[in-house]
């Protein structure tokens, strides 16, 4: 017998991800500037929570996350019996695609948009559709035009990643009010939380049936390395996706960390703030030497150079300094790089290498 065995149709199709660079050959101080990482790590409280938790390690997790549930609930004002937790937003995109898609449907994402969105979709033998972008902004009527009858999924990060623009509440209730009866809508608000006054979507998913928000604790709560993301929506979603949702998806210590980092609301304000400044203060230096890039609404900016080439070069440039940044042509965009906006020594070396490269170009 000669063995056949295959994947399902659309796995070969999954390029591998590719995490952010963390080291360089021959360079020893190295910052990390390419996964959008707090550069002021995570809450004190988180930290404790996390450590107390090993003191439990033979004990099996909480199988329905009410703690953590609770502290979220209580921090955005939201229905508790509405929110499911996942290993990373990652695991609630890919319980989205699994519950909602399959072969023959299309899920949509935007032109620039986060690569698990296409990854998830093919993972589960459903069909991405991809759908300009107007200017690296996201564009709602582009998305109406792209749905057919067979659109199960639309993805839009908002503010998004890697072009760190954002849309208004309005946009979204029309595209939500616009879409066929069977596709739900998902915001993605990794970065909501760096958007002041910001809901990430949360008062859309109250007012509509056909809309779900995502969010993590890998970003401002500065929590990657464990692995926490949440979803809210309307109660029959959330019960659907919580039938694929594996029982103990998510490690004591881990739950225990998030619940205390979400609650810890002053050292969320103060890393929001933190980002802000030196976003902005990143932004200027660069637009100063000939580097622009769109206002951004998260915690990197995406630096455009003239093309490739001068992109690759000024990548190469900051790597030989030990500033790893990240390239983002697999999100077509080959002429810029993401700079994740660090402390204030890495905005400093960051300005002041690109600016040296800038004059280097113009000698
Ligand atoms: C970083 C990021 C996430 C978060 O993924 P996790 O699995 O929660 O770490 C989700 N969406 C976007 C757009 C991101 O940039």
């Not at 090993?54 to 509405?82: C, K, M, N, Q, V």
Request: glycine share 10%; net charge negative.
């Amino acid at each position: 017998m000669t063995v056949q065995i295959t994947p399902q149709p659309g796995i070969m199709q999954i390029a591998l991800y590719e995490g952010g660079a963390s080291h360089v050959e021959g360079v020893t101080e190295v910052v990390k500037l390419s996964s959008n990482e707090n550069p002021l790590g995570p809450s004190p409280r988180a930290v404790a929570a996390y450590e107390a938790a090993g003191t439990s390690l033979a004990r099996y997790p909480s199988s329905d996350h009410a703690a953590l549930r609770e502290a979220i609930a209580a921090t955005f004002g939201l229905d508790a019996g509405r929110i499911i937790c996942g290993v990373g937003s990652d695991e609630i995109i890919s319980f989205l695609t699994q519950a909602y898609a399959g072969p023959g449907d299309e899920v949509i994402h935007t032109e620039h948009g986060f690569a698990m969105y296409r990854i998830s979709a093919l993972a589960a033998g459903a069909t991405p559709v991809e759908v300009p972008e107007a200017g690296r902004v996201t564009d709602v009527d582009a998305i109406l035009a792209a749905c057919t009858d067979r659109t199960r999924l639309v993805f839009v990060a908002n503010p998004n990643n890697p072009t760190g623009t954002m849309i208004g509440a309005d946009a979204f209730a029309r595209l939500a009010d616009g879409l066929p009866p069977r596709a739900l809508l998902v915001l993605d608000g990794a970065y909501a939380e760096y958007v002041p006054g910001y809901d990430g979507g949360a008062a859309l998913v109250e007012a509509r049936e056909n809309v779900v928000m995502t969010r993590t604790f890998s970003k401002i709560y500065g929590l990657g390395a464990l692995r926490v993301g949440w979803g809210y929506g309307p109660r029959a979603v959330i019960d659907v996706l919580n039938r694929v949702r594996g029982p103990f998806n998510l490690s004591t210590s881990a739950q225990d960390a998030a619940a205390a980092a979400v609650r810890d609301t002053a050292y969320t304000d103060l890393c929001r703030a933190e980002n802000a400044g030196w976003r902005d203060w990143l932004a200027a230096a660069l637009d100063k030497v000939g580097v622009p890039s769109d206002p951004s609404h998260a915690n990197f900016i995406l630096a455009r150079f003239r093309d490739r080439d001068e992109a690759e070069a000024c990548d190469a440039f900051l790597k030989a300094r030990g500033l790893i940044v990240r390239k983002v042509a697999g999100y077509k965009l080959p002429a810029a790089l993401r700079i994740t906006v660090g402390d204030e020594t890495a905005c400093r070396r960051v300005a002041e290498a690109v600016a040296a490269f800038r004059a280097g170009q113009e000698a």
